[in-house]
């Protein structure tokens, strides 16, 4: 029987398979660093408009705090108005108090009394005079 020599065959059959080997391993390679370009692409995009949309709400809290501050110093200012406005009216409806005052002063002042100083507060009034006796200051009193 012939003897055949395998060698160089088997030879050139290991080096077509180391070169396969090495172009799927180039190819996977390429195809995972393609997977990785493309993953990380999308989730820098993601990223980017998440921090555009961060941004935005930023500014308009930033806008909406400083209508706030506004809104406090509106409020402030109202309140100092009503403050003036009930002051005015509590002057507006005592100012007839300090006329029916005198009037009723001058009506129930008899003769021979003399006020020297009149004085108020409140609901409190002090009369100070001269009188041609006691009992003319007492009828007063009455």
């Given amino acids: ?3 055949i020599n395998l060698l160089p065959w088997r030879e050139e059959f290991r080096q077509k398979q180391k070169k396969d080997y090495l172009v799927h391993l180039g190819l996977s390679a390429a195809a995972g660093v393609l997977i990785w370009l493309i993953t990380h692409s999308y989730y820098s995009s993601l990223i980017d408009n998440q921090n555009l949309r961060n941004s935005f709400l930023s500014e308009q ?3 909406l705090d400083k209508k706030i ?17 009930t002051a005015v ?3 507006q409806t005592s ?10 002063v001058t ?3 008899p003769d021979g009394v003399y006020l020297t100083a009149l004085k ?13 006796s006691n ?4 009828n007063f009193m009455r």
Avoid: C, N, P, Y
Avoid at 95 to 104: A, G, Q, Y
Avoid at 120 to 132: L, N, R, T, Y
């Fill in 1 to 3: 029987m012939r003897s």
């Fill in 61 to 63: 809290i930033a806008a």
């Fill in 69 to 85: 501050v506004q809104i406090k110093e509106l409020e402030k200012e109202r309140e100092r108005l009503i403050a003036r406005m």
């Fill in 89 to 91: 009216e509590e002057l």
């Fill in 95 to 104: 100012r007839h108090l300090t006329v029916r005052f005198f009037d009723e």
């Fill in 107 to 109: 009506k129930t002042l």
């Fill in 120 to 132: 108020q507060d409140d609901s409190k009034a002090e009369i100070k005079g001269i009188a041609q």
């Fill in 135 to 138: 009992a003319r200051v007492s």
